[in-house]
DNA sequence: CAACCGACCTGTTCGC
DNA sequence: TGCGAACAGGTCGGTT
């Protein structure tokens, strides 16, 4: 579930790959993912091409090419991309190839198909003409933030993985950035007072800084081409549902809200008596407490630690296939 | 503008 | 043991 940090790290590593090669041809293996073109059209249109350089902008990593042209790269939730020496292993999830005049390819893996590779030339339409400012640009000011939120009226999970409100938070950094300002993740944008604004913005910038240092979140499919992040082992809340709050030692609760699992300690981030009315259905339908169980150790009267938490579980096999992912893609 | 829904996809986990 | 439902979640298009 690569998010701004995810994306960031596989810019930064891509760049120093790939700067400065030339693609020489394109094979697409499965063509929506294309966004808006055809294989052939693409292929012909990437065909000779230097890469002048990577980029981030939001969640989509951005390949600039010669020739006013570039390529956007949305790898949405099982996106992976490896650079491998021609002839390397074949993996059933390569979607697209880039091959490179210098013998090695770019190969764009997705479990999933919903990632999406877009190629602009010569500036015929902008993708990023709705897509909100970036959080760790020196630009955004808590002023700037100040100024995008009076005015909005809806809740604030919702409003933070709104691409147009702010670029590159998703459902983890959402939670995390909510459970750090102690703001619930229903409060009403228009409840906030200065100081929860100010707090909200601080808290959402320190933990993506701390995320991009840290490569990122490793979780299910997430790595990046110099493996995989560690920022999986300092989240707060996201995942933690029944285990106990960092804070105040309450169980972390899980509800749905607009279809997303969301996070949160009920103690630490409170609710008005107006928004939790207003939110009523929403937190007694979706509560699941203690869902995924809790570490025996804390349990009352538990002794030493006996087995993983059903997270934990799930975060150890994923990472042993990120590794046969990467043996696979030769990289 | 806000909120919600289904669609897009596949692999993993869970309940029966 | 096996099977199907539920779940994971970023975005888009559509509806209320």
Redesign the pocket.
């Known amino acids: ?3 701004l940090p995810e994306v960031e790290t596989v810019a930064r590593d891509l760049r120093p790959l790939i700067t400065g090669a030339t693609i020489v041809d394109a094979t697409t293996l499965w063509a ?1 993912t294309l966004r808006g073109i055809t294989p052939e059209a693409f292929a012909i249109g990437v065909a000779g091409r230097r890469i002048e350089g990577v980029s981030r902008r ?3 990593v951005v390949v600039s090419l010669d020739g006013d042209a570039f390529l956007t790269i ?1 790898l ?2 099982t996106g992976q991309l490896f650079v491998v020496r021609q002839g390397a292993l074949d993996d ?2 390569v979607r697209l190839v880039l091959e490179l005049e210098d013998g090695r390819e770019i190969r764009f893996r997705d ?4 990632g999406r590779v877009g190629l602009y030339i010569a500036a015929d339409d902008d993708p990023f003409a709705q897509t909100g400012p970036e959080p760790l640009a020196d630009s955004f000011t808590v002023a700037a933030f100040r100024r995008r939120i009076r005015g ?4 604030l999970k ?2 933070l ?1 709104d ?1 147009s409100f702010i670029a590159g938070v ?3 950094y959402a939670d995390e950035a909510l459970w750090a300002a102690r703001v619930h993740p229903l409060r ?2 228009r409840t906030l007072r200065p100081a929860d604004e100010r707090r909200l913005w601080l808290e959402l910038r320190r933990i993506l800084a701390e995320a991009v240092i840290r490569r990122g979140s490793s979780i299910d499919d997430y790595t990046a081409p110099d493996g995989d992040g560690e920022m999986q082992d300092h989240l707060r809340v ?2 933690r549902s029944g285990e106990p709050c960092f804070r105040c030692g309450r169980p972390i609760r899980r509800i ?6 969301t996070h949160y300690c009920s103690w630490c981030q409170r609710l008005s008596a107006a928004d939790r009315a207003a939110a009523r259905t ?1 937190l007694r339908s979706t509560a699941t407490p203690d869902r995924l169980g809790r570490r025996w150790s804390e349990l009352p009267g538990g002794e030493g630690s006996v087995g993983l938490t ?1 997270a934990e ?2 975060r150890k ?1 994923a990472a042993t ?1 990120r590794a046969a992912a990467r043996a696979s893609a030769g990289g």
């Open positions: 579930m690569p998010e929506r939001g969640k989509q949305h949405k939730m059933p999830y479990i999933r198909k919903f909005r009226k809806g809740r919702p409003l993985l691409q998703g459902n983890i009403t944008a996201y995942q749905v809200v607009g279809g997303r699992a929403i059903r579980r799930t096999a296939r």
